[in-house]
């Protein structure tokens, strides 16, 4: 009797400390062949020591999507079981202050280049007799924090994507899954904190700037979140089911979203601004408007 056939899954962004570097693990825990991609495979190092596949890919260019697919193409028996879109940015800043080439490539990054990538490999899905292809959206696509709403925007056009695809792709047997995730804990978060740009000097919310500065650190949120490994073991789960669900809430307050269209707009308000300790912004903000009203 042959031996089963082995199931492959590609994840993109999985530099190490990231989500996509958890879910490879798990899913190589798994007994599944995984290509984990990243545009420095160098920064993949602790994936490909501990025996998971490392591939080239910078998912803004339309070359290196090419030549991963080919590579893929020509490995095992050609075919693609799962494809998981996780490589994506963030970005903290209010929209009003947003540099706009900034936001353009967060757009390009986190919308466009899944949908390149999509592309590219669905020939590979469709040879295999049960394709899934799973978008990494966030619970953010659903209810944007303050100072996230470039982020927030295009996690909710990833979204309205997926659910385009999942419905084109049907009929061809191609399952399509959103990964709306909740809060989870990575090293890749704990690095875009440093990297915070701090607000512009000529920002309508300058004068709460140590605490909006501190929000754009995301202080409130530093500590919150579950284990990367854990989200990645129960996302891994739930992909690998005969009939995953539609959308996977995995990650902290990712059950959220259900109770949402049940709530009033604003308690929805209110929650959205206490996650990001936004109340003493907004205080100071109105006591200095306030003053400047007075004064004249």
Not at 87 to 100: C, F, I, N, R, T
Not at 185 to 209: C, E, N, W
Request: glycine fraction near 6%; include cysteine; charged fraction near 20%.
């Amino acid at each position: 009797m042959p031996a089963p056939r082995q199931r492959s899954v590609l994840i993109t962004g999985c530099t190490d400390g990231s989500a996509g570097a958890a879910l490879a693990l798990a899913f190589h825990a798994a007994g599944l062949r995984v290509y984990a991609t990243a545009r420095e495979p160098a920064r993949a190092a602790g994936l490909a020591a501990a025996g998971v596949e490392v591939l080239t890919l910078d998912v803004l260019s339309g070359a290196s999507i090419a030549a991963c697919a080919a590579a893929v193409a020509a490995a095992g028996d050609g075919a693609l079981d799962i494809l998981v879109n996780n490589a994506g940015e963030q970005g903290v800043m209010p929209v009003a202050d947003a540099d706009l080439a900034r936001a353009r490539r967060t757009f390009e990054l986190n919308v466009w280049a899944p949908v390149a990538v999509a592309q590219a490999f669905l020939p590979l899905l469709l040879r295999a007799p049960a394709p899934l292809l799973a978008n990494h959206t966030s619970l953010a696509a659903v209810v944007a924090l303050p100072f996230q709403g470039v982020y927030a925007a295009s996690k909710a056009a990833l979204a309205a994507l997926s659910g385009a695809l999942r419905l084109e792709l049907r009929a061809l047997g191609v399952r399509v899954v959103e990964l709306r995730s909740g809060g989870v804990r990575t090293g890749i978060l704990r690095a875009a904190r440093l990297d915070a740009p701090p607000l512009p000097a000529a920002s309508a919310l300058a004068p709460a700037r140590p605490l909006v500065d501190a929000a754009l650190r995301q202080d409130a949120l530093a500590a919150r979140g579950i284990p990367a490994d854990a989200w990645a073991r129960a996302v891994a789960a739930d992909l690998l089911r005969p009939a995953p669900p539609r959308v996977v809430r995995r990650g902290e307050s990712a059950w959220l979203d259900l109770l949402l269209p049940y709530l009033p707009a604003w308690l929805v308000d209110k929650l959205a601004a206490d996650a990001v300790g936004f109340a003493p912004i907004e205080a100071a903000i109105r006591d200095d408007r306030a003053k400047k009203l007075k004064a004249h």
